[in-house]
C-alpha cells in the first residue's frame, strides 16, 4: 500500500473494463505455412478477438530463444523470434491492436536467461567484465546454491550458476535480502543495481516501440533469500518510478500471487496463480472442482483467501482470476458443457480484469497423451493450435499436419470458432453475451466492489453482491445437478442476466434451480 513517501500511484484509465485475451503466439494462427502461429497469423485474427468483446491482449513470450521453454527461455530481449516475424512485425501489430481501440501486453521475463544469451556467455568468462555479475554465481564450482539447481563445471569460471527453473534457465543477479555467504551479494550491490538497470533499458525499447506494458513472470522471486518479499517489493518501487517518469501510460500485471505485495512494489494488477495458498485450483481443477455439475467442491476455502487479499489489497479489486493458461490443464478437461457457461459467468462478474486463454472461448479440450514440445511436458496438451474452422488443419496452418507445432485435437467433434460463432447457443455466444452485459454494468466491471453473501464449506450455491456507486447486482452461480437454496435479506429486482432456470424468493429464502446462473438487480 502507498505509504506516506509513495504518492497513490495513476493506473491507466483502459485497465478499469479491460479484459484480456491470452495469445499463445505459436499456437495461435499461422500465416506463411510452416506449422507455427507468427504475429501476421495474429494481426489477421484481431478482429475476431474485438467481437468476442475482449479489448485487451496478453502475448506469451516472443523474443528470440532456443525454445527449450516456449520462449520463457529469452536469448536476447530486444529481438523478435524470426520465427514469429521481425521487429517491424511485432510494432505493426502493436499498431493494428491500437487502431481497433485495443491494448496489448508483452510478456516480460525478467528472473533468468537462456544459456544462449550473449549476458550469460560473457558471464561463464573467468576474466571479469561487465557481465561477470549479472547472474548469481557461487566462488567454488564445488559449492551450490542452496535451494537452487545449478549449473557448474560448463566453463573456465570457478563457480556454480544458479537456475531458476529448467537448467537451461540461469537465474539473473537482483541480490540476496539477507546475505550470508560470501558470493551473495546485496541487493544495492552494483551487480544487482546493473542488473536492474537492464530490465529498465528492456522495458524502454518496447515501450517505445508501442508495447502497452507488461505481464512480469514470477514477479515475485526476484530477490533471493527474501522471506517477507521486503527487496523485491523495493525493486519494483523503484521500476515504478522510472515507468512513472518515462511511461506512465505503462500497464504492469503481475504474477505474483500476493496481490498486498504486488500492489504495494507498483503493479496495477496482480494473477492469482494456480499453485500456492490462492485455492483457484478448487474451482475448476482438483478431483471434485466447485463448477463441476457432481455438486461436490468446496468454495469456502478459495473464498476465504479472496477476502484476505482483497482487505489486503485495500479493496481496490485488482486481482485476476484466468479462465486458464499455458501453463494449466485446459479448463474443458474437467468442467463440461453447460457447467463451462457457468464457470464463466463467474469469470466475468468477478472484480479484477479477466483473462481468457486462447480456446477458452470454444471449450478446447486439453489434447491427451502428447509428447513434449518445447518444455511443455503435461503442459503440452493445452497449448494445441487454435481451433478456428472445419478446413485443413482446423484453419490453424496450410502445412502438413506433421509439421505442426504441437498436434491437434483429432476428435470429430472438436469446437471450432467459426461454428460457435454461428451458434447463438454456444459457449462463445454465452461469452460475448456475459462481456457486453459486464461492460454495460459498472457494478460488474473491474472495479466494483465485492461482498460474499454465501460461500460455505462444502455447500451450494455461491453468491456475492457486486456494486459500484448505486448500482448493486447480486450474482448467484449454482452449477450443481440439483436445485439448492439460501437465505438472504435482499429484495430482488430486476434480472440482469440468467442461463439455465428461475431463481425464485419465498421470505428470505432464494431457490436456485440445478445448473443455473443469475445476476438480479438488488
Avoid at 144 to 149: A, F, H, T
Avoid at 163 to 170: A, I
Amino acid at each position: 500500500m502507498p505509504t506516506k513517501n509513495q504518492p497513490i500511484r495513476r493506473q491507466p484509465g483502459w485497465l478499469d473494463n479491460a479484459i484480456f485475451y491470452e495469445i499463445y503466439p505459436q499456437s495461435f494462427c499461422d500465416s506463411n505455412g510452416d506449422g507455427i502461429g507468427d504475429f501476421e497469423g495474429i494481426i489477421s485474427k484481431l478482429d475476431y478477438i474485438k467481437e468476442l468483446g475482449c479489448n485487451a491482449i496478453w502475448m506469451n513470450p516472443c523474443f528470440e530463444s532456443p525454445f527449450g521453454d516456449a520462449g520463457y527461455d529469452v536469448s536476447d530481449y530486444c529481438k523478435a523470434a524470426p520465427r514469429y516475424g521481425t521487429n517491424e512485425d511485432l510494432k505493426r501489430l502493436f499498431g493494428e491492436v491500437h487502431k481497433r481501440d485495443m491494448h496489448i501486453l508483452l510478456d516480460l521475463v525478467p528472473g533468468h536467461t537462456s544459456v544462449e544469451h550473449k549476458w550469460f556467455k560473457e558471464s561463464m568468462k573467468a576474466e571479469k567484465n561487465e557481465f561477470t555479475d549479472r547472474y548469481i554465481w557461487t566462488d567454488s564450482v564445488w559449492e551450490e546454491p542452496v535451494g537452487y539447481g545449478s549449473l557448474r563445471g560448463i566453463s573456465d569460471r570457478d563457480g556454480s550458476c544458479a537456475v531458476n527453473f529448467f537448467t537451461h534457465q540461469p537465474a539473473l543477479n537482483y541480490g540476496y535480502y539477507k546475505p550470508d555467504r560470501p558470493w551473495q551479494q546485496s541487493i544495492d550491490s552494483p551487480g544487482a543495481i546493473a542488473t536492474r538497470e537492464a530490465l529498465k533499458d528492456i522495458m524502454r525499447f518496447w515501450l517505445g516501440m508501442g508495447c502497452d506494458g507488461f505481464r512480469v513472470d514470477m514477479a515475485g522471486s526476484l530477490v533471493k533469500q527474501d522471506e517477507d518479499s521486503k527487496g523485491t517489493i523495493a525493486l519494483w518501487q523503484n521500476i515504478r518510478e522510472f515507468l512513472d517518469e518515462e511511461f506512465p501510460d505503462a500497464a504492469m500485471v503481475s504474477e505474483w500471487g500476493e496481490p498486498d505485495k504486488s500492489l504495494q512494489g507498483g503493479f496495477h494488477m496482480d494473477f492469482l496463480l494456480h499453485f500456492g495458498p490462492s485455492h483457484y485450483n478448487d474451482l475448476f481443477r482438483c478431483e471434485e472442482p466447485f463448477f463441476s455439475d457432481r455438486g461436490k467442491g468446496d468454495i469456502s476455502e478459495f473464498v476465504a483467501k479472496y477476502k484476505e487479499n482483497y482487505e489486503k489489497s485495500e479493496r481496490k479489486g485488482l486481482i485476476c482470476i484466468p479462465s486458464g493458461n499455458h501453463d494449466m490443464d485446459r479448463l474443458a478437461r474437467s468442467i463440461h458443457d453447460d457447467n463451462l457457461k457457468i464457470a464463466f459467468a463467474f469469470l466475468l462478474s468477478m472484480p479484477g480484469a479477466p483473462f481468457i486463454y486462447y480456446g477458452d472461448e470454444i471449450g478446447m479440450r486439453y489434447v491427451e497423451g502428447l509428447t513434449s514440445v518445447e518444455g511443455g511436458f503435461s503442459r503440452t496438451g493445452s497449448r494445441s493450435p487454435m481451433q478456428w474452422d472445419d478446413t485443413t488443419n482446423a484453419g490453424f496452418s496450410s502445412a502438413p499436419k506433421e509439421s505442426l507445432y504441437i498436434k491437434l485435437d483429432e476428435s470429430k467433434d472438436r469446437p471450432t470458432a467459426k461454428a460457435q460463432m454461428a451458434d447463438e447457443s454456444s459457449l462463445r455466444s454465452e461469452i460475448k453475451r456475459l462481456i457486453e452485459i459486464r461492460q454495460s454494468h459498472p457494478a460488474l466491471m473491474n472495479k466494483g466492489e465485492i461482498e460474499f453473501v454465501y460461500a460455505e464449506k462444502g455447500a451450494y450455491p455461491l453468491a456475492y453482491l457486486r456494486s459500484s456507486g448505486d448500482e448493486k447486482i447480486l450474482v448467484i452461480l449454482n452449477p450443481a445437478d440439483r436445485e439448492t437454496d439460501f437465505e438472504c435479506d435482499y429484495a430482488l429486482g430486476e434480472e440482469v442476466y440468467s442461463f439455465g432456470g428461475k431463481v425464485q424468493k419465498q421470505g428470505k429464502k432464494i431457490a436456485v434451480p440445478a445448473k443455473t446462473a443469475a445476476f438480479i438487480e438488488v
